[in-house]
């Protein structure tokens, strides 16, 4: 039996400047972030709170759109403990500014994340690659909104 998890893209309004210009130069237009829900509890890496789980209301303060993508998965088991083990690491701040160079060095530090590349190895961990890693080292959140799963349309937050 597969289980489904949601992978949310968002933005903030206000937006915070800097996360607005690290996804544009990544080649997102409208999402500056993203982060899994799974059973109404966001797992996701943010500047300003590095890696967390939290409830989903706490997670959705300040978004002002979103969209939702719908991935199988796997071991929902094994993508939750990766996710809860990533809890309390700091946000990986030299690889989020290193986003406008992709074809650089894997900047990649196992002890921090972006909010990206958390989702990517979370969903990796439940057994599920959206890209190949040996081939993609820098995933920003316009490289997993393009894969192909079920998308809603983009709905606007109000709180």
């Known amino acids: 039996m597969t289980n489904k998890i949601t992978l ?16 544009f130069f990544g080649g997102s237009k409208l999402f500056s972030h993203c982060f899994i829900i799974i059973d109404n509890l966001a797992y996701e890496s943010t500047m300003i709170y590095g890696c967390r789980v939290v409830d989903l209301k706490i997670a959705m303060k300040g978004v002002a759109y979103y969209q939702d993508m ?21 946000y990986d701040y030299a690889g989020a500014f290193g986003i406008p160079f992709l074809s650089s060095e894997n900047w990649a530090d196992d002890d ?16 599920v690659w959206l890209l190949d890693p040996e081939v993609y080292k820098r995933i920003t959140p316009a490289h997993l909104l393009m894969c192909n799963y079920p998308k809603s349309k983009i709905k606007k937050h109000i709180e």
């Open 8 to 23: 949310r893209f968002t933005t903030k309004w206000p937006p915070n400047p800097i996360s607005k210009i690290i996804g």
């Open 70 to 90: 719908t991935i199988p998965i796997k071991n929902k088991k094994l993508a939750i403990k990766f996710g809860d083990l990533q809890n309390g690491k700091k």
């Open 112 to 127: 921090k994340w972006w909010c990206s590349e958390h989702n990517f190895m979370m969903l990796g961990a439940g057994g």
